[in-house]
Nanobody, 115 residues
């Protein structure tokens, strides 16, 4: 059974940094793309960043140059380094992968950026 467990969220002031982690189990981590999504109150869930099995990345325009996604296949973990955080980055952040057209989600971790 695929499980994704996020950690690293919290409260930070604008301009600060956080690093989110997502550890996967029950899957062959190294061959799967991984992604981070976020959902702010009253808004739809949106893709933040994605990394392929080969390490190629793509980002939402709103986070380009501030966020970095990376992966450590030896630890079955994907990271999201978030710098220069803004109040608009406040949301629940979810880890995601898709295997055989089935989407799997973590429980989410809250990120709150104060102004």
């Amino acid at each position: 059974q695929v499980q994704l467990v996020e950690s690293g969220g919290g409260l930070v002031q604008a301009g600060g940094s956080l690093r989110l982690s997502c550890t996967a189990s029950g899957m062959i981590f190294s061959i799967n793309a991984m992604a981070w999504y976020r959902q702010a109150p009253g808004k739809q869930r949106e893709l933040v960043a994605r990394i392929t099995s080969g390490g190629s990345t793509n980002y939402a325009d709103s986070v380009k140059g501030r966020f970095t996604i990376s992966r450590d296949n030896a630890k079955n973990t994907v990271y999201l380094q978030m710098n220069s955080l803004k109040p608009d980055d406040t949301a629940i952040y979810y880890c995601n992968t898709q295997i055989h057209f089935i989407g799997y989600w973590g429980q989410g971790t809250q990120v709150t950026v104060s102004s």
